[in-house]
């Protein structure tokens, strides 16, 4: 049996609707002639995904692990593929019928390539404030990066000789992975088109939170990897969030603190008056992400109040990790339902 050009790896877990939307989307893919695998790697859902996946064609891979995350479930994938080329996909993800065939061939045209990806957006930005921020947190400038997403098209020859992701890291095992993958010579590229839709579906602010504190998770655990390197990866973006994250839990304290014991407001004015006043100066730098003002306002304020939630989540690492005890996976979707 000859191998396909382009394996197509889904990981997803109670997905329901979201999962058969993205499958529903890999018929779509165009100037692929040779070839199209696709293998979807559950981790023990209860919602059908598995005999969903299965009904499209898809070889199947369900995941019993005791710690499971996203890193074991694209090894798992990706070992089990036979394409040259391999596509990662969330399974709450639409992939865009042209982004592979653009992709290959940027890879075709440098060797030295080893992942491209592309412009992540949400599909309803609409549905909530949450959606609408965190729309702006996909966009980056397009040209050799650093690191890549979870949506990406990578070179197997590549995976093989980095030994894949991570299996220990329950987040970050993308960036540790392209850390790796520069380390051995290869580059990142980010291209100036459309790759996938996104359906985030957060809607609380409790989701949000948890967002934020596994991003935390991931600068220590992934930062403590290389912090004695030549390329101290993410180090600098660790210390910048422990540090604007603790000015901002002790100041709000200390307006508090202070008010009550005066018996004013000024205080608590004046910090929200500094937040909005570095919210604008953030929003102004971000203007080339969006034409709206508004969510750009909103995107200035989430870029210095997310700072508290990921500092905890730094810090809950550190204390783990000196208990000699690890997270499982911190999740803040909820189950897509079989419907």
């Known amino acids: 049996m000859s191998s396909p050009a382009i394996s197509v790896v889904v990981i997803g877990r109670d997905e329901g609707q979201r999962l058969v939307r993205c499958l529903d989307s890999l018929?779509?893919?165009r100037g692929?002639?040779?070839?199209?695998?696709?293998v979807y790697v559950d981790s023990a859902s209860k919602d059908g995904s598995p005999e969903r996946a299965a009904s499209y064609g898809a070889e199947v891979i369900v995941l019993q692990a005791d710690r499971p995350?996203?890193?074991l479930g694209r090894n798992a994938g990706w070992r089990a593929a036979r394409g040259e080329y391999i596509l990662f996909l969330d399974g709450d993800t639409v992939l865009h019928p042209d982004f592979v065939r653009e992709a290959r061939a940027e890879m075709e045209k440098d060797t030295t390539v080893a992942a491209v990806w592309g412009h992540r957006?949400?599909?309803?930005?609409?549905?909530?404030?949450?959606?609408?921020?965190?729309?702006l947190d996909w966009v980056y400038a397009p040209g050799?990066?650093?690191f890549c997403g979870g949506d990406v098209l990578m070179r197997?020859?590549?995976?093989e000789q980095m030994d894949g992701y991570d299996g220990e890291l329950i987040a970050g095992e993308e960036p540790e992975l392209c850390r790796r993958m520069r380390a051995a010579g290869y580059s990142i590229l980010h291209v100036d088109k459309p790759m996938t839709g996104h359906d985030l579906q957060m809607t609380r602010w409790g989701q949000y939170w948890k967002r934020a504190t596994r991003a935390g998770h991931a600068f220590a655990e992934v930062s403590r990897r290389f912090r004695n390197t030549a390329d101290p990866f993410w180090e600098g973006e660790r210390r910048r969030n422990l540090i604007r994250g603790g000015f901002w839990m002790l100041s709000f304290v200390v307006a508090v603190v202070t008010g009550i014991a005066f018996r004013t407001v000024w205080p608590f004015a004046l910090w929200v008056a500094m937040l909005a006043v570095l919210s604008l100066r953030s929003a102004w730098k971000s203007r080339w992400k969006s034409n709206d003002a508004a969510t750009l306002l909103l995107y200035g304020i989430h870029s210095h109040l997310q700072q508290v939630p990921i500092c905890i989540g730094q810090l809950r690492y550190e204390f783990d990790r000196r208990r000699g005890t690890r997270r499982t996976l911190i999740e803040y979707k909820e189950p897509s339902g079989a419907k």
């Open 69 to 71: 995350s996203a890193a």
């Open 27 to 29: 018929k779509q893919i």
């Open 121 to 135: 957006r949400e599909m309803h930005p609409e549905h909530s404030i949450y959606n609408r921020i965190l729309d």
């Open 32 to 38: 692929v002639e040779d070839g199209v695998e696709i």
């Open 144 to 146: 050799i990066v650093e």
């Open 156 to 159: 197997r020859s590549v995976l």
